[in-house]
């Protein structure tokens, strides 16, 4: 079911110079010719031909020349870069590659309780990228979609060996149920409704500004995983109980993910589909709490 896991020297380098502020795209006015938020997603790809087709197409021959020319010198700033966070990028490859049997069955849960029966993630790739700007001891991932084109990007902090709790395998599954969530409209649509429905309880909560929409989607893919029973199930990583009054995001799904473990289970275990009663009981969790 997983994907190729891709390792491009490109968009690594396109990556690295955002992340160093070697080059702002702003300067090239970009961002008026991509209807994107921003030019990231235009920025992956398994070969450097891809990429600058993809970018000639949504800003014009001449922008993409203007900007060729500011990236050529500073491929070899990069050069001594990649030739030793490249070995590290690697390991991650060999790592999540390792651990497809695990991937594969926190998927197939995923599925299920998105109600979808026949989708295989083949088109899907996941794109690893060093990230110099940070040494966090955390990957970030995060998915791009759209309904002919969607990938994964696991951004890996510089010098980031691979994990031996195996929790980043949950993050990366994480994005992939968001991917899942849209696959079943009518269950995206119900979560949108339910946190319009809720958005007054919502707003008070969310500490950074974030849509309601997202922040309950966020809430309730972390009660199966990372933080939730999945991970418990197939990597065996302890649902922990927050023990403080839940501040900010992360505390709002560690909160979801203890309280509502064995809810998930249950489901889990019976087959069931993410309904209607499970988003209103994820509601009152939270307002029992705050």
Sequence with gaps: MLTDIVISRFSNLLFYIQRTGKCSPKKFD???????????VLFYGKNEKIIWKRLQKSIGREQMNRFQQVVKPLK???????????????????YFQMHTTEINGMLNDSKKLCGIKHLSFSNVPIYLL???????????AWFSWTPKESF?????????QPSKNHFPIAVLCHEFFHLLLRKNQNLHSRIKECARTNSKFLTKIIDNGMPEKMFLEEVLLSSFLPEGYLSE????????????????????RRHA??????????YIEKGYVIDQKYLTLLINTLKAKK
């Design 130 to 140: 060093s990230d110099p700007s940070t040494k966090s001891k955390e990957i970030n």
């Design 233 to 252: 199930k197939h990597l065996g990583i302890k649902i922990n109980q927050n023990p403080t009054k839940p501040k900010d995001l992360l505390d709002w």
């Design 257 to 266: 993910a203890f309280e509502l473990k064995n809810v998930v289970k249950r």
């Design 152 to 160: 994964m990007v696991v951004e890996i902090p510089f010098g980031l």
């Design 30 to 40: 970009l961002e008026k010719y991509i209807s994107e938020d921003n030019i990231d």
């Design 76 to 94: 070899l700033t990069f050069t001594s870069y990649w030739k030793k966070e490249s070995k590290t990028v690697l390991k991650w490859k060999k």
